[in-house]
């Protein structure tokens, strides 16, 4: 079911490669991050489903106010994402828990659980190379954002060459 959710989800940014290949970046490290944190089977569905459409509301963002920024993807994202996972037959409770994850995965106050954790983690790795952030504000962001054991280790095997 993950397959036909990438392919929704390409469908979907048709022709927009940034946005296709963010998500696909940022599931593999959720898919990395949460096997090596000893998630669940289910637990792991539900983190790659929500990193496949973490950022589903940037479209409706986008024609509706002129802009994505994370508090407008947070609120215009479960809905559609909603949509699309019943769509593809996904369980009432995965569909719950994406939708909630994709109305916080801009919020990183009261982070609670460990799938949330590791969206924010692995979306942090992303947006930090794709933004071309400054060394201060990668080192800011993973003081503040990063927990988890691998999230820590590939922030700075890829941005510290292993230092800290």
């Known amino acids: 079911m993950l397959d036909d959710l990438f392919m929704e989800m390409v469908q979907y940014y048709s022709g927009d490669p940034r946005r296709i290949q ?3 970046k940022v599931h593999g490290f959720s898919k990395l991050i949460g096997n090596r944190e000893g998630l669940s089977p289910d637990e792991m569905e539900v983190l790659e489903a929500a990193a496949i459409v973490h950022d ?3 479209k409706p963002a986008m024609e509706k106010y002129g802009k994505g920024d994370g508090k407008l993807q947070e609120m215009e994202g479960p809905a559609v994402a909603e949509g699309m996972l019943l769509k593809l037959g996904f369980r009432q409770s995965l569909v719950d828990r994406v939708c909630w994850l994709v109305a916080h995965h801009h919020t990183y ?3 609670d659980g460990l799938d949330y954790q590791i969206l924010v983690e692995a979306d942090f790795l992303v ?3 794709e933004g071309n952030e ?3 504000a990668c080192d800011a962001a993973y003081k503040k ?3 988890t054991e691998t999230g820590k280790a590939l922030y700075r095997q890829m941005y510290l060459h292993g230092s800290i």
């Open 109 to 111: 106050k009261n982070i």
């Open 56 to 58: 589903i509301g940037i």
């Open 22 to 24: 963010h998500f696909f």
């Open 134 to 136: 400054s060394k201060e």
């Open 145 to 147: 954002i990063f927990k």
């Open 127 to 129: 947006n930090l190379y």
